[in-house]
């Protein structure tokens, strides 16, 4: 029981964590019906961000910790949207009107790019940094076996609703928002309308960018190591809970995430941890094989 | 790095669009390149290289303007070019010359470095790669589907032969078809329900399979010897003359001839058996392009609805070309094995199903003599120097989407007809 | 109403469509039609934008699933098939129904005769016993490759298109890859030829020749023809039997001649009932 708990708040920490990748995929997926490939290696970039500032800042003597996490999610959120940005601008935007396959090319290329670029500018070894948050609740004890509840984990899950009630309000009530609905249903026509697409198009990738940024800093807080290679594996999960969730539907990938989230967490202490990336690519084969359109999606129909 | 394709423009506007580009690149260097974090004395820090920075943005910025210029000329020409375009497509015989030359050149090698046991160790890895891209040219560059777990199949092909051998003691030549049609089986089985799957999920779904193979071959000790992966796999022989210093037991290849062992003969011998093995796919591959099989392929890339309303299965055309592909790729992974002696999860990486992929798609994809020609460029750079080698998986990276926004046909861009009215008649 | 006599020896009744609803969620594209095409003649299918038009090939040729109702084909040779409980692949392949697409789908980068080529796909994979004879060059192949070469050049030359069979199909002007679609089409040895708007970009010169095509190829070759198009000097010209759809409703079946003067389809076109369209028709 006290471990099934246990697992649970791990489970739910670690999903908000790939819930909040999962947006970015879905946002982007929904605005031009192609997944980002390069996603998670944005993310990548933006743990290794976080631990640089977390380094300089502390080195320029910033002890309060609101305050440090504040200004890092900040610059990290900052500069991480301009790195989306240039992802759009360069492996997606000269080729909208090419080939189906070119794209995704690019956009793999750019993976690519960004990962060994990481690994030559900033080094190849894992980066620790210390605990900002060390400690926390004792919530009980059954069995000889304590369940904790760290402050990082509830920080996690207190960012993540913070931002998904913004997030919805900025999709449902802003103008923006509208406009990048009305991209997703129909681009065309909403450029005769006298919509800059172009501009919502980046728009919506530094979006996806800065919630992959705020994932992040979460991440390097929580974990305390990032290096260079931690976005392919997380980059393939969240987008495996994007497509579990329904692409397209942003309560979905949140949704999927949690999911995926639990699912790892049980599956490394009740099976096998060795396993736990294969049982996360078999349910995306399985999920796309059986139910493509997700637990929220809408089917898609094939236009003739 | 950013803005590649704009409007020719004015001076001004030039410079402007330079310091755009150049404060774009500040923004996105500083943290990469301006700051760093290092490990000194036990501890993380942070490392500042100003210059570099500085050298990046100035680079940037004039760059930005030399490319501006560039495309201006470029898309003139191009215009140019293409009010002068003839209608019909031209065969273009001197691509065949450059094949034969280059197959030429091949067949020679081992004779003019002979001795040199570096050369024709690279250029046997050259071949491999040749093998592999021209596997995965006909899923990717003929059927037009984005395999990112290809070297799943090569692991297939190469543990096949690895375990088969030292188990049950099977040779080379047993091994090869068994791999092959065992790798064709794996294509099926990922392929059969996910091919129907739009083009990103297919590529991802790969992607996915790719790193399943790789973590049972790493976790599944009993089977596979886990990291350790497995050791002293037997060599080829030629036709049961093995490579090996005389001795009492046996006639060996030395003996037989009446040659001096050496272990040239061996590394000579392995890349001619990889030539004739690359030789043999390509003259397969090229068959089956023209074969209606082929035809089906190409027709799938271009428009599955269409192919439909024609009367084909699209899921069995596409499944024919995974599962050649994948057939393809186990055989390179027997050779693989049976050149190294040793294999493990290391070799198959996501890292080298993207190199092959590159290969593919900078060569030109549908095109066998642009995978030739992208295959040398990649084994032979990282081959030129250190540095060279470790920032290898940066410029193919970078290469991939430059090619992609600049010439998405890659190196030979230009499609050769399968059949001709006129030649046909 | 003057209904066609699916008894007619001369034109045998090909395909029978009965009760077709296709709904999309709330809108009901397609509401209980029913409609008769017989071989060797053309019968078309009018009605404004938003009729119902495509998603009726749509539900014939299996890229849709239709929600009620059947299309059944009577093939000469194998019987009866539903068509709607077919794959999209099937309805071609084993039913001879052939479509065209109204935004023509061409396989661009590859040449004429290559397009030509695929539609005979089925064929000439089986000469090939499925590549192996002709990996080979076996003769059964090489002569089923040769027979279809001659299929080829026959179409291409009746739709003038010969020079252009080397040609890449993506350079070429919208009217020849028009023609290329139909010719390709016809490689596949369709019995019920479906086109979606063959005259849509067509110049007068162009839409004449596809009138004289149409009828050939009915009277000719005793295909049946189905045709959505929107060009009323070709579907007035060309037609043995109109059905007029209306959202999704049939409002009006009958020869060229009668749907003129119908007052349903004047009204569907031009809004309302009024008496001088209604002389103008007459």
């Not at chain 1, 509840?149 to 996690?156: M, P, S």
């Not at chain 2, 490990?39 to 920075?53: E, K, M, Q």
């Not at chain 2, 294999?343 to 030109?364: D, H, M, Q, Y």
């Not at chain 3, 001369?10 to 095409?37: C, H, I, K, Y």
Request: net charge positive; glycine share 10%.
């Amino acid at each position: 029981m006290g471990q099934f708990i246990q697992q649970l708040i791990n489970g739910l920490t670690l999903g908000a964590v790939y819930g909040l990748i999962a947006l970015g995929y879905t946002m982007v997926y929904g605005i031009i019906g192609m997944i980002n490939f390069a996603h998670g290696d944005v993310y990548m970039v933006s743990a290794i961000m976080a631990v640089t500032f977390i380094t300089l800042l502390s080195a320029l003597g910033i002890s309060s910790v609101p305050l440090m996490l504040v200004l890092v999610l900040v610059i990290v959120i900052a500069l991480t949207s301009v790195y989306g940005w240039t992802v759009e601008r360069t492996a997606y935007r000269p080729l909208r009107n090419s080939t189906r396959l070119a794209p995704l090319i690019s956009a793999i290329g750019m993976s690519i790019f960004l990962q060994n670029m990481v690994q030559i500018t900033q080094g190849a070894r894992v980066k620790p940094v210390p605990t900002l948050l060390p400690g926390s609740l004792e919530l009980f004890t059954a069995n000889g076996f304590t369940v904790h509840l760290a402050y990082t984990q509830i920080l996690i899950v207190l960012v993540t609703v913070a931002l998904l009630i913004g997030f919805t309000a900025l999709i449902t009530r802003t103008s923006f928002g509208r406009q990048q609905r009305a991209c997703e249903q129909d681009r065309t026509m909403t450029a005769l309308l006298g919509i800059n697409v172009d501009r919502t198009i980046s728009l919506t990738f530094m979006l996806g960018a800065a919630l992959a940024a705020v994932a992040g800093v979460m991440v390097t807080v929580y974990y305390g190591v990032v290096d260079f290679s931690i976005g392919f594996v997380a980059g393939i999960k969240a987008f495996t809970a994007a497509v579990l969730g329904g692409i397209g539907s942003l309560p979905g990938a949140m949704l999927g995430g949690l999911i995926i989230g639990m699912i790892e967490s049980f599956w490394s202490a009740y099976l096998s941890p060795e396993y736990k990336d294969v049982a996360t690519f078999v349910i995306l084969i399985l999920v796309l094989m059986f139910r493509p359109s997700g637990l929220l999606g809408r089917p898609e129909v094939e236009k003739v | 790095m950013g803005l590649l394709i704009t409007q020719p423009k004015g001076a001004a506007q030039r410079l402007k669009d330079g310091v755009g580009a150049a404060l774009i690149a500040l923004v996105l260097g500083v943290p990469m390149l301006g700051l760093a974090t290092a490990d000194v004395g036990g501890a993380l820090a942070v490392i500042t290289r100003w210059p570099l920075l500085a050298g990046f943005v100035g680079v940037v910025f004039v760059g930005r303007l030399f490319f501006q210029w560039l495309i201006d000329i470029f898309s003139l020409r191009k215009k140019r070019r293409e009010q002068a375009r003839p209608a019909v497509a031209k065969s273009r015989p001197w691509l065949t010359w450059i094949g034969f030359a280059a197959l030429g050149l091949a067949v020679m090698l081992p004779i003019a470095f002979s001795g040199n046991r570096y050369v024709i160790d690279t250029a046997t890895t050259v071949l491999i790669y040749v093998m592999l891209g021209w596997g995965l040219n006909v899923v990717v560059g003929l059927a037009g589907l984005l395999d990112l777990g290809y070297v799943a199949f090569y692991a297939v092909g190469a543990y096949s032969y690895g375990l088969l051998s030292t188990h049950f003691g099977w040779g080379f030549w047993q091994t090869l078809p068994v791999a092959g049609l065992l790798a064709a089986s794996f294509g099926l089985l990922l392929g059969w329900p996910t091919l129907r799957l739009r083009g990103d999920y297919l590529a991802i779904v790969t992607l996915g399979f790719g790193e399943i193979i790789r973590l049972i071959l790493l976790n599944w000790t009993e089977f596979s010897g886990g990291p350790n992966g497995v050791n002293s796999i037997p060599r080829p022989t030629f036709f049961g003359l093995p490579f090996k210093p005389d001795s009492d037991d046996g006639a060996t290849f030395a003996s037989f001839f009446h040659l001096e062992y050496s272990p040239d003969h061996r590394v000579t011998f392995l890349y001619y058996l990889i030539l004739a093995l690359a030789l043999l796919t390509n003259l397969f591959v090229s068959r089956l392009r023209k074969l209606p099989v082929g035809l089906a392929w190409e027709a799938v890339r271009e428009d599955e609805l269409a192919c439909k309303a024609m009367g084909i299965n699209v899921t069995n055309i596409k499944l024919s070309a995974f599962a050649i592909g994948a057939m393809l790729g186990g055989f390179a992974g027997v050779f693989f094995a049976a050149r190294q002696g040793f294999i493990s999860p290391e070799s198959f990486v996501f890292s080298e199903s993207a190199t092959i992929l590159a290969i593919v798609v900078l060569g030109g994809m549908g095109s066998q003599l642009g995978v030739v020609i992208a295959a040398l460029l990649l084994v032979v750079l990282p081959e030129l120097g250190r540095d060279f080698s470790e920032y290898r998986m940066f410029l193919f990276g970078a290469a991939m989407i430059l090619i992609m926004v600049w010439r998405p046909g890659g190196i030979i861009a230009k499609r050769e007809p399968t059949l001709r009215l006129g030649a046909a008649a | 109403m003057s209904a066609l006599n699916p008894h007619d020896p001369a034109s045998p009744l090909l395909l029978e469509v009965e009760n077709l609803t296709m709904r999309f969620g709330g809108l009901t594209a397609l509401d209980n039609l029913s409609l008769q095409v017989p071989a060797g003649k053309v019968t078309s299918i009018i009605g404004p934008n938003g009729a119902g038009k495509t998603t009726f090939f749509n539900c014939l040729t299996g890229f849709y699933k239709p929600t009620e109702g059947s299309v059944r084909m009577h093939h000469p040779q194998r019987g009866p098939m539903l068509l709607n409980q077919m794959p999209s692949y099937h309805v071609a392949r084993k039913a001879g129904v052939v479509r065209t697409f109204q935004n023509i789908r061409l396989f661009p980068n590859m040449t004429v005769l290559e397009n030509l080529m695929v539609a005979q796909h089925n064929a000439l994979q089986h000469a090939s016993r499925f590549s192996l004879a002709g990996l080979l060059g076996l003769k059964d192949y090489r002569q089923a490759r040769e027979a279809a070469l001659e299929k080829a050049r026959t179409w291409l030359t009746r739709l003038n298109l010969l020079d252009r069979a080397d040609t890449v199909t993506g350079n070429l002007s919208y009217g020849t890859q028009r023609r290329i679609e139909i010719a390709r089409a016809l490689c596949v040895d369709p019995l019920l030829l479906c086109l979606d708007e063959p005259a849509a970009g067509l110049n007068p010169r162009e839409s004449a020749e596809l009138n004289e095509l149409l009828l050939y190829l009915s009277r000719e070759h005793g295909k049946g023809i189905l045709l959505i198009e929107h060009d009323m000097s070709v579907v007035m010209r060309v037609s043995d039997h109109i059905c007029v759809l209306n959202f999704g409703h049939k409002i009006a079946e009958g020869s060229p001649q009668h749907i003129q003067q119908d007052p349903h389809v004047i009204k569907a076109y031009l809004g309302e009932e009024d008496k001088d369209t209604e002389e103008a028709a007459a």
